[in-house]
């Protein structure tokens, strides 16, 4: 029988990182005991200033598509799931499929809020069981809430974050191998529409200068409370339902994974249908995840990532010298990428080796890792470290312009424009604290000793960084060689 098969993957997550102790200092009070115990979030990633919904789609659709090994041209149809779209309209995933190169293929969104991944998944699915002109069809779901957020709300400011994930189906027989979706139910309760929403900007409320004036509808609101047993008694009930479809029960399943921003909530379900809580998704953002079974992975002295596995490549065909490169004396590969384990196992990747600086002393430093401290705090948007052969470290810091003029006006700073804010006291003194502090974390040779802000952020149109917001080192070197050069002559 014909079924949908998945042939790759793709995520894209912001770079930008707000914890609870940054949302615990824009708030004004201590978030972290209720939001990391009951909520069970420690942080969440959010989109940069220029950072859009289509942005993060197509750079989760570009690494499905390679992940798939097919072409663009090879998608017969996009099925975009997103509540926070590129425009009211057009439709996003045309936006996509144009940045992406998919000429050949039709496209339409879908709005299903927290459920829109799985409604599209099951939409395409069908597409491709029920006609044989879809081969192969791209899924994306992409989420920019915090561009909706009133960061004074502690109920909704606390919750969302932003990303995208794309996975690539493809039309299978199953009866060659049982490979394929075995069931899906879809199910909504309309009675809680005016539950929760951005209820301004459509036709219900155009947005007028009033709204804006007001500030409340156009951004996230819980407007009245859900039942908790919307999901508890809910989620139970779809989950025995699509089992019964499968011919599977509860004890078949050895992985759930649930949509809901509540851990709390997700152990009462899981406890009160008596699966483990293990069999929840482990994963923890900013990682790539725990190695795999019979995988294992350690860090180097220098901080390379090391792996050995009888699974993994062993080897250049007839090039016993670049073999013997790739190895230690031990058998290790070296991946030539830099990392950390925590102690839950997850592994992070910090950088890569090739971009290592080595300052005049010998000493290296990875400029990612310094880089990734600084970034924490939600008011900077990049920061590019440098000083190969130097003595120590400068960096070139950027500004997400939204954050530092909300801060500004809420702090009663004057400026006519911008440019001029980059250049405050009052910035210059937040962001050299951050500098100290990120300082504190690391050795002395990874410090950063000097630093400036720059008036404008890194642009992907200027070749100064990626689609996916990572620097292009030797570019904005050049580009602002002279900036870096009065660094050094201070």
């Known amino acids: 029988m014909r079924n949908a098969i998945i042939i790759g993957t793709g995520v894209c997550v912001p770079e930008k990182v707000l914890t609870n102790d940054d949302l615990s200092h824009i708030l004004g009070e201590n978030i972290n005991d209720f939001v990391e115990t009951k909520v069970g979030i420690l942080e969440r990633h959010i989109a940069a200033e220029n950072e859009s919904a289509a942005d993060l789609a197509t750079a989760a659709a570009k690494n499905a598509l390679a992940d798939a090994g097919i072409s663009a041209l090879e998608i017969d149809l996009i099925v975009l799931a997103t509540d926070t779209p590129e425009y009211l309209s057009p439709a996003t995933s045309v936006v996509v499929q144009h940045r992406i190169g998919a000429k050949n293929a039709g496209t339409f969104d879908v709005n299903a809020a927290c459920a829109g991944f799985v409604t599209a998944f099951d939409t395409a699915a069908k597409y491709i069981v029920a006609d044989e002109n879809y081969k192969n069809i791209l899924?994306?779901?992409?989420?920019?809430?915090?561009?909706?957020?009133?960061?004074?709300?502690?109920?909704?400011?606390?919750?969302f974050a932003d990303g995208a994930g794309a996975v690539v189906l493809r039309a299978h027989d199953d009866a060659q191998d049982g490979r394929g979706m075995l069931a899906s139910k879809l199910y909504a309760d309309g009675s809680y529409a005016e539950f929760m929403g951005i209820f301004a900007g459509g036709s219900k409320m155009p947005v007028t200068a009033e709204i804006l004036a007001e500030n409340k509808w156009n951004k996230?609101?819980?407007?009245?409370?859900?039942?908790?047993?919307?999901?508890?008694?809910?989620?139970?009930?779809?989950?025995?339902?699509?089992?019964?479809?499968?011919?599977?029960?509860?004890?078949?399943?050895?992985?759930?994974?649930?949509?809901?921003?509540?851990?709390?909530?997700?152990?009462?379900?899981?406890?009160?249908?008596?699966?483990?809580?293990?069999?929840?998704?482990?994963f923890k953002f900013g990682t790539v995840g725990k190695p795999m079974p019979m995988c294992s992975v350690k860090i180097a002295a220098d901080g390379e990532i090391l792996v050995k596995s009888s699974m993994m490549f062993s080897g250049y065909y007839k090039e016993p010298e670049k073999t013997a490169a790739m190895f230690d004396e031990n058998g290790w590969l070296k991946t030539g990428d830099l990392g950390d384990l925590d102690a839950d196992g997850f592994l992070k990747i910090t950088g890569r080796k090739k971009e290592i600086i080595v300052l005049s002393s010998g000493k290296n430093v990875a400029p990612a890792l310094v880089e990734n401290l600084v970034k924490e705090?939600?008011?900077?948007?990049?920061?590019?470290?440098?000083?190969?052969?130097k003595s120590y470290c400068v960096a070139l810091i950027t500004l997400n312009r939204t954050e530092v003029e909300m801060f500004a006006e809420a702090n009663e700073i004057k400026f006519v424009d911008f440019a001029e804010l980059t250049r405050s006291r009052e910035i210059f003194s937040l962001i050299s604290a951050t500098v100290d502090e990120s300082n504190a974390r690391l050795s002395s040779s990874e410090q950063i000793k000097r630093f400036a802000i720059l008036d404008r952020d890194f642009s992907a149109d200027e070749d100064e960084i990626t689609p996916t917001l990572k620097l292009k080192r030797n570019v904005v070197s050049e580009r602002f060689k002279e900036n870096i050069k009065k660094l050094y002559e201070r």
């Not at 705090?377 to 052969?389: A, E, R």
């Open 139 to 159: 899924v994306v779901g992409c989420y920019a809430m915090t561009k909706f957020l009133d960061w004074t709300d502690k109920k909704t400011a606390t919750l």
């Open 220 to 282: 996230l609101r819980f407007a009245n409370k859900y039942p908790p047993e919307v999901n508890i008694e809910g989620w139970q009930k779809i989950v025995r339902e699509v089992l019964a479809k499968a011919d599977l029960d509860l004890e078949d399943v050895s992985l759930f994974l649930w949509t809901q921003v509540n851990i709390s909530t997700i152990k009462i379900v899981m406890e009160q249908m008596k699966i483990p809580f293990e069999n929840a998704d482990d």
């Open 377 to 389: 705090n939600h008011l900077v948007s990049q920061c590019f470290v440098c000083g190969d052969g």
